[in-house]
């Protein structure tokens, strides 16, 4: 027998994230031979019984994968949404549909490097902060900035009674109209940039993440998606 912790064992068969098991899991969704499940406890996929949300987990083993889309702006980054708005599986053949899930998110008006998984393993090392992968970004902001302003911004700001980690800013050009920058970061708060930019007193234009950790765009086209093959995290 091969025990795993219950929300490893959900990830790798594609259900969702440790994160998003353990959710389930807490809201007493997920039952291991018609008990409750807790979390922490460990589990034998091939000999237990595990029932999420009514419906029995069936065995499968998957090869595990990585996509990674160059996301257009105004796509949402879901597996689906109320508003019938489009998401980034609509970007996606159909046989990745089913069994995967973004790793992190851009919101609705950024665009640039997204990766998308069908593991939870993977999912959880490279979203997780505590493994600090870098994500660069270029933004433009819609007025010339100060070398106090990006030292402030390099340091960190306090968001929701937190400091920001620091994090790398190049300036690329400035000038009266509008501001490019560079900015290298080891995590991702909800809307970090846009809301540092904002207690600065900018306004971001254009938001485009370049790279996420290893994987970088290159010369992929806005809307288009590659698989990313002998990938290491």
Request: aromatic share 8%.
């Amino acid at each position: 027998m091969v025990y795993q912790r219950i929300n490893k064992a959900l990830s790798y068969q594609g259900v969702c994230s440790r994160r998003k098991a353990e959710l389930l899991i807490r809201d007493k969704k997920v039952l291991v031979n018609g008990m409750i499940a807790s979390v922490g406890m460990k589990v034998d996929p091939e000999k237990d019984v595990i029932v999420i949300s009514g419906k029995e987990l069936k065995q499968r083993k998957l090869r595990p994968k990585v996509l990674l889309i160059n996301k257009p702006k105004f796509i949402i980054t879901s597996c689906s949404d109320n508003h019938g708005r489009k998401t980034i599986f609509d970007l996606l053949p159909y046989k990745y549909q089913k069994g995967y899930y973004p790793i992190g998110r851009l919101d609705y008006q950024s665009r640039g490097a997204l990766l998308i998984t069908n593991d939870g393993d993977i999912c959880y090392k490279l979203s997780h902060p505590k493994f600090e992968h870098k994500k660069t970004y270029i933004v433009k902001l819609d007025k010339e900035i100060e070398n106090d302003s990006l030292n402030i911004w390099r340091s960190g700001v306090d968001l929701d009674g937190r400091k920001t980690h620091s994090c790398t800013v190049k300036l690329i050009s400035n000038d009266y109209q509008q501001t490019v920058l560079k900015i290298v970061m080891k995590e991702g708060r909800n809307r970090q940039i846009r809301r540092i930019a904002k207690y600065l007193g900018f306004r971001v234009l254009d938001l485009k993440r370049i790279s996420f950790g290893n994987f970088s765009l290159g010369n992929l086209n806005e809307g288009d998606w590659r698989t990313i093959n002998n990938f290491s995290i």
